[in-house]
């Protein structure tokens, strides 16, 4: 590094960008970008040990657990009661008063959504859409939800929903051009596929994958199908990191902007890998350079910079329409994945950093 090179705390940088969402954020208003900001707030108290972030983690689930918030959240009901943040901490048996409110919604997941192609678990919303219109988001919604679930409750039907949406995910969303995903299918017609390799789209379907590869225990018949999804997925996203360390909205397309919500749900797998072994040790080389691009990107007080707005099927899908997706500051978006990623680096003993 130059000498005017700036050191950075990992677990600084991740529990800034937490406090910097949920000081912004409105409980009333909560969706599942701050569910996903509560995932990593568990991760990074499992990974410290901090009482005062469990204290501060217990007080946000609260209104989660205490059943204060009742709006379906999009798709995924099971977000009121908090996702996969309050699945892990019950199957941990740190959250037992929770527990039956999880059994019920990995139940009522399992029986009800309404299901699409392959048999996939379809998005839900007010308006006419049917179950054939299916988006990639939905296996990080539900996936790490059913297996924490299942563990913890000895169901091994939920792993097994889990393993199948996201072999249901691989057949729907892979282009074998490239290695990787797009968003979604059916969404303007029957026989529609949208045509992005969509940063925070990958992100979705890499995060599932690397939770679900992390968790499954032996026991289940396609754990090893699992991992090899995410070892081939990683090793194509490793194949457009850029220079500096981070990918961009198109993720074929160098000239789209740097996206840094795809980048962090991308780093955090990464992390993930690295520390079960499931991917080649060199690759940690890329998590530290893909670290050290991404703090550019985000402020002293936490902001994080260049993240899509919400981004579901904009025009007709094509790759020029994901690329004409605007960036915020601080859009919703933004803070959960660099959490996730400076966390699961502090995980794995990455404690700082020269920027």
């Keep these: ?19 910097r969402h949920f000081a912004l954020a409105e409980p009333a208003r909560y969706a599942y970008p701050e569910v996903l900001s509560l995932q ?3 991760n990074l108290e499992l990974a410290t040990g901090d009482t005062e972030l469990r204290d501060w983690n217990r007080k946000l689930l609260r209104p989660f657990v205490a059943g204060e918030l009742t709006q379906r959240m999009g798709a995924y009901w099971l977000y009121n009661l908090g996702g996969a943040a309050t699945a892990r901490l019950v199957q941990l048996g740190l959250l037992p008063e929770a527990g039956e ?16 192609p392959e048999g996939f678990l379809a998005y839900q919303t007010n308006d006419r859409r049917g179950p054939e219109q299916v ?19 000895g169901r091994d039907e939920w792993l097994e929903e889990a393993v199948g949406q996201l072999a249901a995910m691989h057949t729907l969303f892979w282009d074998s051009a490239c290695g990787l995903y797009n968003q979604a299918v059916n969404i303007r017609g029957v026989g529609h596929r949208t045509e992005d390799h969509w940063g925070r789209g990958n992100g979705w379907g890499i995060l599932g994958l690397c939770e679900v590869a992390a968790h499954l225990p032996e026991r289940v018949a396609r754990r090893d199908m699992v991992r090899q999804l995410l070892r081939d997925h990683l090793a194509a996203c490793l194949a457009q990191q850029d220079d500096e360390g981070m990918w ?7 000239a789209s902007y740097v ?6 749900l991308i780093l955090y797998a990464l992390g993930v890998a690295l520390e079960h072994g499931f991917c080649p040790p060199e690759w940690r080389s890329a998590l530290l350079r ?51 990623a400076f966390g699961q680096a502090h995980r794995l003993g990455i404690r700082e950093l020269a920027v």
């Design 101 to 116: 409110a999880v059994a019920r919604c990995a139940e009522e997941l399992v029986r009800n959504c309404p299901r699409g």
């Design 259 to 264: 996206e840094t919500s795809g980048t962090g």
């Design 248 to 254: 961009h909205q198109e993720m074929t397309d160098p």
């Design 1 to 19: 590094m130059g000498e005017h090179s700036t050191r950075i705390q990992t677990r600084d940088v991740a529990e800034r960008v937490l406090r």
């Design 290 to 340: 893909g670290l050290r691009g991404y703090a550019g990107y985000i402020a002293l007080d936490g902001s994080v910079h260049n993240c899509c707005i919400g981004c579901m099927c904009p025009g007709e899908g094509t790759q020029a329409d994901y690329k004409a997706r605007e960036w915020r500051r601080n859009d919703h978006h933004a803070f959960g994945p660099a959490a996730l």
């Design 40 to 42: 990593a707030a568990v």
């Design 135 to 153: 988006w990639i988001d939905m296996v990080f919604a539900t996936c790490p939800f059913l297996v924490f679930a299942g563990l913890h409750f």
